[in-house]
Structure formats: structure tokens, C-alpha cells
């Protein structure tokens, strides 16, 4: 089978959320076309995002603002995956420093989990996510917790989160000062870890063959359908640019300008 034949006859399209389909506001070209084309071809999609600042709700209500229709159970998010991997490590009785947002932490609260905001607790585990509500406080508190030898996580590596006026740090950025301070580095939950491709995959009861991984940066999403052993498709409309490839280690299966180039192959 030619390869873009390859592209059209996927089922199961897990698809990146910033500098995929939209940037801060704007949505891109195309995108929701591109979303409503998988459906009519009887595809599903699955939102697969790094950002564990928001919670699946908050993306609802962002995507319809945007013009797009959503429902919760259409997002997979690295707190999702966190969830999972802390039952799986028998977490549910442990305690909880997490440093992350309000809205994290009340996705982890509602999850059953214990968390607290005291250093000076019985901490098990500091859980670092994109934070944007950090303060030094959360910072101190970190680098004394890391000191004490308690486990450590965090939701994804991302460098930086794009917005409208250029990038910000994002939880992989604020790890890595903390490793300067500490020398300590967290088992990284989200992308480019395979679980969450994997997740969906299972839900959907889909096949690796019948799945396809659309991102803009090739160290997480396209190492995460990498890992999970499935095609994948660099979109250049975010963080990674061409020039880019020649130096990754990392190579996606195909490389489109944008969703709106993915639409087009769809509709031939």
C-alpha cells in the first residue's frame, strides 16, 4: 500500500492538542474540517495533550468556544495517565506534594488521592506539572522534598507551552532547574512515554496498524507514537521546523505543513 494510502486508511487518530489543531485562540485552518472528516469516514479521534494544567472540561469548553464540538471522553490527558500510573504503583494511600495547578490538583483529589501542601508532612512523592500558578514557595518547597529523598514525578517533559506572543517554560523546563539545584530527574508520566497512545488504543480496541499520531514536536509526540509503535505525523505548524529533522534522532513517518495538508489527503 503507497504510503499516503497508508495515511488515509487510518481509523483511530490520536492528535495533539497546541500547535496542532489551534494556538491559544486561534484555531488553525482547516482543523475542524480535518475533525469532522475522520467522523465521517467513521474514524475516531482522541485528543492526546501534555498539558496537565486544565483539566478535560476546560478543553470542552475551549474547543467549543472555538467552534468545535467536544465531549470530555474525547481528551486523554497526562493527568489521565498519572492516574493510571499511580494505582498501578499501589499510590492511593500514599501522600502527595503536588506542584502543579489548582485544577490538577482537584482532578487528583476527585481521583481519590491524597495530596497535601506542607513540607513538613509524611511527603511520599513530589508530582511536578505544568504549573502555571508557580511560585518560589513551591520551588523551596521542592528542592527540600527532592533533598529528603522522596519519589519524584512529573507529568511531561515539554520545554515550553506556545501561546499567542511566542513560548513559556513548561513543566520539562522547571524540572530541569530543579535538577541543577538537586541533581534529582523525575520518571516522566506523559508523552513521549507510550501510554497514552497505548490507553486509547485499548479503549477503542484498535489495532497499532489502524493508528495514527498527529504532533508538532518531535521529542514528545512523535517519540511517544514512536515508542507505541505506530505511525505518526510531524505537522510543522508548532514548535518543530523543518531545518529541525536533519539533527533529530527521532524521525516521524510523515511530515504535512498543517492538519489542513492531512484534510486534503482525506478528501482525495
Keep these: 500500500m503507497p504510503d499516503l494510502a497508508r495515511l488515509r486508511a487510518k481509523r483511530l487518530f490520536l492528535l495533539d492538542l ?75 494511600e500514599k501522600t502527595l506534594y503536588v506542584c502543579g495547578t489548582r485544577s490538577m490538583k482537584h482532578q487528583l483529589t476527585q481521583a481519590g488521592f491524597r495530596l497535601t501542601d506542607d513540607r513538613d508532612a509524611a511527603v511520599d512523592a513530589l508530582v511536578m506539572g505544568f504549573d502555571t500558578e508557580l511560585t518560589f514557595q513551591k520551588l523551596e518547597d521542592a528542592c527540600i522534598l527532592l533533598n529528603r529523598g522522596v519519589d519524584y514525578l512529573a507529568t511531561n517533559p515539554d520545554w515550553v507551552c506556545p501561546t499567542w506572543y511566542g513560548f513559556v517554560p513548561d513543566c520539562g523546563s522547571v524540572c530541569e532547574m530543579l ?13 513521549p512515554r507510550p501510554d497514552m497512545a497505548r490507553l486509547a488504543m485499548e479503549q477503542g480496541g484498535f489495532a ?21 509503535g505506530i505511525d505518526t505525523v510531524l505537522v510543522l505548524s508548532g514548535e518543530t521546523r523543518e531545518a529541525d529533522l536533519a539533527g533529530s534522532t527521532v524521525q516521524p513517518s510523515f511530515v504535512l505543513g498543517s492538519v489542513a495538508d492531512y484534510l486534503k489527503l482525506l478528501r482525495e
Excluded at 179 to 191: C, D, E, F, L
Excluded at 208 to 228: K, M
Design 18 to 92: 497546541d500547535g496542532t489543531l489551534y494556538l491559544d485562540e486561534r484555531l488553525f485552518d482547516g482543523a475542524a474540517d480535518f475533525l469532522r472528516a475522520i467522523r465521517s469516514r467513521g474514524g475516531i479521534y482522541r485528543f492526546l495533550t501534555n498539558n496537565s494544567s486544565r483539566g478535560a472540561e476546560s478543553y470542552v469548553e475551549k474547543l467549543r468556544r472555538l467552534g468545535v464540538d467536544a465531549e470530555a471522553s474525547d481528551f486523554l490527558t497526562s493527568v489521565d495517565a498519572l492516574v493510571v500510573h499511580l494505582r498501578a504503583r499501589d499510590m492511593a
Design 208 to 228: 497499532p496498524e489502524e493508528t495514527v499520531l498527529v504532533g508538532d514536536r518531535l521529542y514528545t509526540d512523535i517519540a511517544c507514537g514512536a515508542n507505541a
Design 179 to 191: 535538577s541543577r539545584a538537586t541533581g534529582r530527574r523525575p520518571y516522566v508520566i506523559g508523552k
